[in-house]
């Protein structure tokens, strides 16, 4: 069924400052150079200005700072949040219980909420507990002891390891895998390497995404814990008895070493890494491919190999490009002074 709103309730939805018909009707979500009469769009840049006046969209979502001349436009402080704000109710629907595919494989002693959807070729070990409203799509793997909160979607071909608890509305995408070994040896003096048991577990907290094929390993001892608003995206490795705090970013191919610690609302660029056994304060933000080696304080700005603040770094890899002209410089200065030497050390004519 259409969901229909009048731009008033849209522009309450998101706090936002109505310009134009309050009672225009909106049935859906465009972007400006595609968005047709019942949609609505956004604009954050001036430099899609053009696109905007020319846009088919019903209405527009407008950054506080961009003027515009359009019939029917509502200002907001971020068009970015309002967007996905108003996307998101567009494409909510109700949760469709599927119930259990007849190749699926299900375990002793299992508790399941009385609306689920368990897909083909699921395995579920024994005594997992699964909430209400979970969909388990095909081909995924759980362990057992597992625990999946309410709402929660794990999408085809994830396996989640055994004695692992998930939150409510976690999403995990397709071909990851949570629980598995840390990475823990011993090696003895013959240079072998004996494995270290990895007798711990995960937990996810509420509200968390993870990325297709991203791994989060079991502790050692204890617990890998991912806390509650935390949105990791592809390809992203997390270490044993790594702690990463709530509602933290991290972008594809992050990698966090063992019994590392992340404070709240950290954010690590495409690539990052961290080493092990060190504690990253709230709010840092780390540009991608940098490497964190040491111990930083809330609110830090990253950026390098090693990471040190990020306006330092920048001006030494701006510094670094001027080399070669540097060091043409530095040979032309050594030249004069040898000849000036030469010339000290000639025998005096006069003498």
Same mark, same amino acid.
């Given at each position: 069924?259409?969901?229909?709103? +009048?731009?008033? +309730?849209l522009?309450?939805?998101?706090?936002?400052?109505l /310009?134009?018909?309050?009672?225009? *009707?909106? /049935?859906?979500?465009?972007p400006l150079?595609?968005?047709?009469?019942g949609?609505?769009?956004?604009?954050?840049?001036v430099k899609?200005?053009?696109?905007a006046v020319?846009?088919?969209a019903?209405?527009i979502?407008?950054?506080?700072?961009?003027?515009?001349?359009?019939d029917?436009?509502?200002?907001v402080?971020?068009?970015?949040?309002?967007?996905?704000?108003i996307?998101? @109710?567009?494409?909510?629907? =109700?949760?469709d219980?599927?119930?259990?595919?007849?190749?699926?494989?299900?375990?002793?002693?299992?508790?399941?909420?009385? *609306?689920?959807?368990?897909?083909a070729?699921?395995?579920?070990?024994?005594?997992? +507990?699964?909430?209400e409203?979970?969909?388990?799509?095909?081909g995924?793997?759980?362990?057992p002891?597992?625990?999946i909160g309410?709402?929660?979607?794990?999408?085809?071909?994830?396996?989640?390891?055994?004695g692992?608890?998930?939150g409510?509305?976690?999403?995990? @995408? =397709?071909?990851?895998?949570i629980?598995s070994?840390?990475?823990?040896?011993?090696?003895?003096?013959?240079?072998? @390497?004996?494995?270290?048991?990895?007798?711990?577990?995960?937990?996810?907290?509420?509200d968390?995404?993870i990325?297709a094929? /991203?791994?989060?390993d079991?502790?050692t001892?204890?617990v890998?814990?991912i806390?509650?608003?935390?949105?990791?995206?592809? &390809?992203?490795?997390?270490? @044993?008895?790594?702690?990463?705090?709530?509602?933290? &970013?991290?972008?594809?191919?992050?990698?966090? !070493?063992?019994?590392? +610690?992340l404070?709240?609302?950290?954010?690590?660029?495409g690539?990052a890494?961290?080493?092990g056994?060190i504690?990253?304060?709230?709010?840092?933000?780390?540009?991608?491919? /940098?490497?964190?080696?040491g111990?930083? =304080? !809330?609110? !830090?700005?990253?950026?390098?190999? =090693?990471?040190?603040?990020?306006?330092?770094?920048?001006?030494?890899?701006?510094?670094?490009?001027?080399?070669?002209?540097?060091?043409?410089?530095v040979?032309?200065?050594?030249k004069?002074?040898?000849s000036?030497?030469?010339?000290?050390?000639?025998?005096?004519?006069e003498?």
């Amino acid at each position: 069924m259409e969901k229909k709103l +009048t731009l008033e +309730t849209l522009a309450r939805m998101v706090e936002g400052e109505l /310009s134009g018909d309050p009672s225009l *009707e909106i /049935s859906g979500f465009g972007p400006l150079d595609s968005a047709g009469p019942g949609d609505i769009s956004f604009l954050v840049d001036v430099k899609y200005y053009d696109q905007a006046v020319e846009s088919g969209a019903a209405a527009i979502l407008v950054g506080k700072k961009i003027a515009v001349e359009v019939d029917n436009f509502v200002r907001v402080d971020d068009a970015y949040l309002a967007s996905a704000i108003i996307q998101n @109710h567009f494409l909510a629907h =109700p949760f469709d219980a599927g119930g259990i595919h007849d190749s699926a494989v299900i375990g002793q002693n299992c508790r399941f909420g009385k *609306e689920i959807t368990i897909g083909a070729q699921v395995v579920i070990g024994d005594r997992v +507990t699964l909430g209400e409203q979970v969909e388990i799509c095909a081909g995924v793997v759980i362990g057992p002891d597992v625990t999946i909160g309410d709402g929660s979607t794990i999408k085809s071909n994830v396996t989640i390891e055994y004695g692992c608890e998930l939150g409510e509305r976690v999403v995990i @995408h =397709p071909g990851c895998v949570i629980g598995s070994d840390g990475y823990g040896y011993a090696t003895d003096k013959r240079g072998f @390497h004996v494995k270290r048991p990895q007798l711990g577990t995960v937990k996810i907290g509420d509200d968390v995404e993870i990325g297709a094929n /991203s791994c989060v390993d079991r502790a050692t001892f204890g617990v890998t814990w991912i806390k509650s608003g935390t949105k990791i995206d592809n &390809l992203v490795q997390v270490g @044993h008895n790594v702690v990463v705090g709530e509602n933290s &970013l991290l972008v594809a191919q992050v990698g966090i !070493a063992g019994s590392t +610690t992340l404070g709240r609302n950290v954010v690590m660029g495409g690539q990052a890494g961290a080493v092990g056994h060190i504690s990253v304060g709230d709010g840092t933000m780390v540009a991608g491919m /940098s490497a964190i080696h040491g111990n930083q =304080p !809330a609110g !830090a700005r990253l950026a390098g190999i =090693p990471a040190i603040e990020g306006r330092q770094w920048f001006k030494s890899a701006t510094a670094f490009s001027k080399l070669p002209e540097l060091l043409k410089d530095v040979r032309k200065i050594k030249k004069v002074l040898a000849s000036r030497e030469d010339q000290d050390e000639s025998p005096n004519k006069e003498g």
